[in-house]
Structures are given as C-alpha cells and as structure tokens.
C-alpha cells in the first residue's frame, strides 16, 4: 500500500531507457517494457529513495505549476499500479 | 506490408544442452546444427537488432552457459542498453562465473526447474540437476538478480503445482511461470507421454489462480494456458514477425524458433544484415498481417488478438502452414487436437504409462509417437 508518507524506489531489477523508435522513455523489467508517458517518467525519475511520494508530488507540481493534491494522487495510483507488478519498491 | 518494428531478440547461442527433457525446444535435427556464429557475429547481431528497435534480449538455447564468450556478448548487450535475460539449466554454473556474468550486464536470470522435487525433477531432466538448480537460484538471490522460476507442464508434473508453487516461494522467485507444453518438435514427438487429461488441467489453473491472488505483489504466478484444451489458438510470438526475431547457432533468422520446419527461405546472419532480413525475408513476411489468412480466420473478430495462431502447428499437424490453426475450435482440422486429447473420443491413450520418456537425442527425427531412450 503505497501512502503519501511513504518512501518509494525503482525495484533493482529495473532499467529506464530511451526508445530509439519512439523516442519515449520505456521501463524494462524481466519479461517486459512499459512505455511511459510524460508524467510517468517524471515520477520515476524523481524517485531519489530518500523524499516521500508527498514531497516528490509536491515538487513536480511546482515544477509543472499544477495544482498538488492532483499531482499527489495521480502520483499514488501510478505507484500503486507500480508496485503490484513489483517494478518499484517501498524503501523501508 | 511494411515491416513492423521488433522489441525482442531471442538469441539461441548453441542447442547442446546438458539435460534431456522430453519437450524440447530444440530442432529434431539439432546435433546436425552446429554453433557457427563467433563472437564478433554475436556482437554484430546485437547491435543490427538493437539498430532496428529491440531493447530486450533472451540469452537461451540449448543452454548458453556452454558458450565461453556468454560474458563478452553480455557485456556488449550492456553497452547497448539491452535488458538482457539468462534463460538457463543451471548446468553448468558456478557462483563466480554468475557474478562475472552480473559485472558484465546481465539483467535478469530464468532458471528452469522440470518438478517439485529431485527425484522427478531429475527424472524428468534425464540428468542430475535438481540440486544444482537449488544452488544457482540462491546465488541468483545472493548477487542481487531477478529470479524467475520456470516450469513447463505435463502429465507427469502437473498436479504438483502447490509444491512447485511453495518450492518457488522459498527459493525466492520474483515470477513463476507454468507453461504448459506446446505440442511441437520433441513435444510433438512424445505427445502421447506428454498430453494431461483435462482434469489435470483444470485443477492446475485453480490452483495456479489462487497462488496469483495469494503472492500479488511478492510473486507473479503465470499459467500459461495449453491450446490443445481451450479450444482457442495462441498469439503465437504476438504474431507472425511482429515483435520477435530469433537467430539459432547456425546463424539463421527465424520468427520464432520453431519456424525452420516451414518449408520458407531462411537467411543467415552471416550472409545478410539483420534489417534486411527483418523488412525482406520471403519467409518473415509470409505470413505478416492478414493477407494469408484464410476463412475463418479472415472474417473472425479475434483475427487481431490471436494473430491465426501457430503457424508451426498448422504445418506439423496439416502439412500445411497456412491453414487455421487446428488448436481453435473453428478450425476445420480442429479435430487433430481434439481426437488427440486423452480421455476424450478416439484417443489412444494407455491409462498408467511411464512418465515421459527422454527423446532420443542425435537420431533422425522420428515420427508423431512416443521415442524411447537410446
């Protein structure tokens, strides 16, 4: 259960790379690749394993100028769904 | 049609293998293909098949631990930004050579297991393995790599899925996959050892399921469905040269590893780059699309979920590679799978026989019944 205070990290087994056909960033893990949209990859790339998933939404919302509570929710379910394939982890 | 492009190459660096299971993936004729790609070929691949788009490479067989340059090929595939994946026996492995292995770039391992325990799991293998197999899956672990856990389903081993689910559990397995046997080369050989009654299937696939909800999130549990019981014909490589290449030791591009039993023009990566043989092989684009399709697949409105099918199956078992394939219900030669299936009408299966037996390995390809071992 990922919660706003929880610390969040890529799990070890994945890799993050440009996709040279596209041209988007593509999360590769043992038997597969996501393509990841825009936002996506800015969550991901912004998991430091030290800042809270409040603390990483609240950054990119001043980044993007949008509004924190969206960025923080949006932000939970995209983990969320993340972590049920355990492509990330929470860092204990 | 244009040429899609492709995610995967599935690398089959040798086809010598120290085990000997009864469904395998090899060609019948494999003793007769030798490794003819050197390492500067592999590199070579690499990079032309990371050119055209793939980011993601098996490492398999045969076993490709038999190949000394496994580390300089991984190590190139690194440099590419591969996600590369070991599929493997365990045999032969050391701890050392995994760690180098890891140093080098390797991503993610894929051990198989052929049951629950040793005595049957051995048995199956026709090679003392299984202890090995503990071994290599707690280094896998240890050196902080991805551990898949593979099995693939038959008569003999497929109502121990509960054992092999906990056996996966505590040997640490990050996904378990249950892939139940496709019915080609050595499998179709000893389909008669091989094919599970329904039951059998059926009672897998709960068990399977409830093992799925009960690890989410810990382990990923896949039950591959077997085409032969759901009347439904697979995606196979999520179509006719879609997503897949596979280059075999002898240096021949295929679609899928099975396709060099169809009577198509195969080219060598010695010979031709590798996106000229992706975009102009005859044979990958025989059956690209849906042009080749013939009723009732043309009109079905799965057409594009299930791609037609195997087209490897179609040949097998109709001599001709273009048909339906007979794994779907709809198929006018569907009975070839359904008459093969044992309990079921017009089948000749033998209540109480062995479990399946070791093909034999090295002689000319037998015909559609049971091989014994040499």
Redesign the interface.
């Known amino acids: 259960m990922i919660a706003p205070e929880s610390v969040v990290a890529l ?3 994945v ?1 993050l ?1 440009e ?3 596209t041209g988007r960033t ?1 999360l ?4 597969r ?1 996501l393509e990841l949209n825009a936002s996506a990859v800015a969550v991901l790339k912004a998991l430091d394993g030290t800042r809270s998933v409040r603390e990483v939404a609240a950054a990119l919302a001043a980044t993007h100028a949008a509004p924190a509570e969206r960025i923080e929710a949006e932000t939970i379910a995209l983990l969320s769904a993340l ?4 492509l990330v982890r929470i860092v204990p | 049609m244009t040429a899609p ?1 492709p ?1 995967t190459l599935v690398a089959e660096l040798t086809y010598r293998c120290a085990l000997r299971c009864g469904y395998c993936s090899n060609p019948l004729d494999w003793t007769e293909r030798h490794d003819a790609l050197a390492t500067a070929d592999w590199i070579r691949v690499l990079s032309e098949a ?2 055209l ?1 793939v ?2 490479v098996t490492l398999t067989g045969g076993e490709p631990l038999l190949r000394d340059d496994l580390d300089a090929i991984v190590a190139h595939g690194r440099r590419l ?1 591969l ?1 590369q ?1 070991l599929i493997t026996s365990g045999v032969p492995l050391t701890r050392a050579r995994l760690a180098g292995l890891r140093d080098a770039g390797l ?2 391992v ?1 051990l198989s297991i052929q049951d629950a325990d040793e005595t049957r799991s051995d048995r199956i293998a026709g090679t003392r393995s299984f202890a090995h197999k503990r071994a290599v899956a707690a280094w896998v672990r240890e050196l ?3 551990l ?1 856990l593979n099995v693939v389903l038959h008569r003999a081993n497929l109502d121990h899925v509960p054992e092999i689910v906990a056996l996966a559990e505590e040997w640490g397995a ?2 378990l996959e249950l892939a139940n046997t496709q019915y080609l080369g050595w499998a179709l050989a000893n389909r008669d050892s091989l094919l599970p009654t329904r039951a059998q299937i059926d009672r897998a696939r709960a068990e399977a399921a409830a093992a799925r909800t009960r690890l ?3 382990m ?1 549990v896949l039950f591959v469905l077997p085409d032969y019981f759901t009347g439904r014909p697979k995606a196979c490589m999520d179509g006719w040269a879609r997503r897949f290449i596979v280059v075999g030791p002898d240096g021949t591009a295929l679609p899928c590893h099975a396709a060099h039993t169809l009577p198509l023009e195969w080219w060598n990566v010695r010979e031709h780059a590798l996106n000229a043989i992706w975009r102009d092989n005859p044979g990958f684009n025989a059956y690209r699309g849906e042009d080749w399709m013939p009723e009732p697949c043309r009109s079905c409105d799965r057409r594009a979920l299930d791609f037609g099918g195997c087209r490897c199956q179609a040949f097998a078992l109709t001599g001709d590679a273009a048909r339906t394939d007979p794994a779907c219900a709809l198929a006018p030669d569907h009975a070839l799978v359904s008459n093969a299936r044992p309990g079921e009408p017009d089948t000749q299966y033998r209540r109480g026989a062995p479990p399946p037996a070791p093909p034999a390995r090295g002689r000319k390809a037998p015909g559609p019944r049971v091989t014994t071992p040499g």
Do not use: C, F, N, S
Not at chain 1, 28 to 31: D, I, M, R, V
């Open positions: 799990a070890p087994k890799r790379r996709d040279r056909i593509v590769l893990a043992p038997e690749g972590a049920e394939r355990a | 492009r995610y990371e050119a788009g980011m993601q930004e996600y994946t991503d993610a894929q902080g790599l991805p898949t990050e996904r989410k999130g810990r990923e």
